[in-house]
C-alpha cells in the first residue's frame, strides 16, 4: 500500500515537472526578440551616387492654395493688401442692419483718420458719446459699455467706457470692397423686429442665469 502512494506522489511530481517545462518554453519563445530583417543594398546609378541632396521641392498642394493663392510656405511673410473702400464720410452714412440679434453694429462709415485707437486718443468717442450722439446723429454708447464695468472698479477708470470695450474695431468693423471667397449664406432670426437695428442687451444682461440658474 505505501509503495503504491509513493509510486503516485512521483508521477504527480513528473507531471507538475513537465508541465512547468512547457509553460517556461512558451513564454521563452514570446519574449525572445525578432531578429532584424535582413536588408538588402540598392545599388545607385554612378550618375547619382556621389550627387549632393537637392532641396526639396513644394509639391502642388503646398502652392496656390487658401484664400490668398500664394506660396503657403512663404506667405507668412508677406503683408496682406489694405482693401479699399467708398464708405460715406462719418455723419452722412445710413446704419446697416445688425448681422444677428445684439450684434455689435457695423461701422457704416468712413474711418479714414480715426485709427489707431490709443490710450490718449479714441475718435470714436467724439460723436458716440451719450450726449453728444444724440446732438449729431450718431449712435449712442450702449449702457453695456458704460455701466457695466467687468473688469476694472468704475472709481479707478482711466477711460470713460469699460476698458474691456475701449478699443471699438475689436468688435465693430468698418466696410470694405472685396470679394468674400466664401459666401456667406447665414440667415439672421430676430425674436422682436425692431432689434434688427437696435439692441436691448443691457436688458437681456443674465437672460438663461436669473433665478439663481434655474433658467
Not at 133 to 160: C, R, W, Y
Request: with cysteine; aromatic share 4%.
Amino acid at each position: 500500500m505505501k509503495e503504491m502512494k509513493a509510486l503516485v506522489l512521483l508521477l504527480g511530481l513528473f507531471v507538475v515537472a513537465v508541465l512547468g517545462f512547457l509553460v517556461y518554453e512558451t513564454t521563452a519563445k514570446k519574449a525572445a526578440p525578432t531578429p532584424p530583417a535582413a536588408t538588402t543594398a540598392v545599388e545607385q546609378p554612378a550618375s547619382t551616387a556621389n550627387a549632393p541632396a537637392e532641396a526639396a521641392t513644394p509639391s502642388a498642394e503646398s502652392t496656390g492654395a487658401g484664400i490668398r493663392s500664394s506660396d503657403l510656405l512663404t506667405s507668412g511673410s508677406e503683408e496682406l493688401p489694405v482693401p479699399t473702400t467708398n464708405a460715406p464720410a462719418p455723419g452722412s452714412a445710413e446704419r446697416l442692419p445688425r448681422a444677428y440679434e445684439n450684434a455689435p453694429p457695423q461701422i457704416p462709415h468712413s474711418v479714414e483718420g480715426l485709427l489707431p485707437i490709443t490710450l490718449s486718443n479714441n475718435a470714436c468717442l467724439s460723436c458716440h458719446l451719450p450726449g453728444v450722439a444724440e446732438n449729431v446723429g450718431a449712435t449712442p454708447i450702449p449702457p453695456t459699455h458704460i455701466q457695466m464695468d467687468l473688469f476694472t472698479a468704475s472709481e479707478n477708470k482711466k477711460v470713460p467706457v469699460d476698458p474691456a470695450r475701449y478699443y471699438c474695431t475689436q468688435c465693430h468693423v468698418p466696410q470694405a470692397d472685396v470679394q468674400p471667397p466664401v459666401s456667406n449664406e447665414f440667415q439672421p432670426e430676430f425674436r422682436n423686429p425692431e432689434l434688427k437695428n437696435k439692441s436691448n442687451l443691457d436688458q437681456q444682461w443674465n437672460e438663461g442665469v436669473q433665478n439663481g440658474g434655474t433658467q
